[in-house]
């Protein structure tokens, strides 16, 4: 059974930091790209960040370029979003995401998790 289970939001003040850890179990983890996105209250879902199979490489979304860090950790089957100098405007419901192309696109997502960023 395919998982990918995400962790560690909450409420934080703005300026401050929160990990959020995916954790993925029943396919081949260490074969998929991993990314990460986020959905506000009435807006659509944007993808915030992306890692390679091996997080030799990585990308993000300018809003948040410079603040946030994804990695992966292929050993543990578990991807990460470090986000710093977090703002009101990052509060959302994140969302990790496994892509592969193998001929046809698979993809897995994870339930979310919710980040707040108020005083």
């Known amino acids: 059974q395919v998982k990918l289970v995400e962790s560690g939001g909450g409420l934080v003040q703005p300026g401050g930091s929160l990990r959020l850890s995916c954790a993925a179990s029943g396919f081949a983890f260490s074969s998929y790209a991993m990314k990460w996105y986020r959905q506000a209250p009435g807006k659509e879902r944007e993808l915030v960040a992306t890692?390679?199979?091996?997080?030799?490489?990585?990308n993000y979304a300018d809003a948040v370029k410079g603040r946030f860090t994804i990695s992966r950790d292929n050993a543990k089957s578990t991807v990460y979003l470090q986000m710093n100098s977090l703002k009101p405007e990052d509060t959302a419901v994140y969302f990790c995401?496994?892509?592969?192309?193998?001929?046809?696109?698979?993809?897995?997502w994870g339930q979310g998790t919710q980040v707040t960023v108020s005083s």
């Open positions: 890692i390679t199979t091996t997080g030799s490489d990585t």
């Open positions: 995401n496994g892509v592969q192309y193998a001929g046809v696109w698979h993809t897995y």
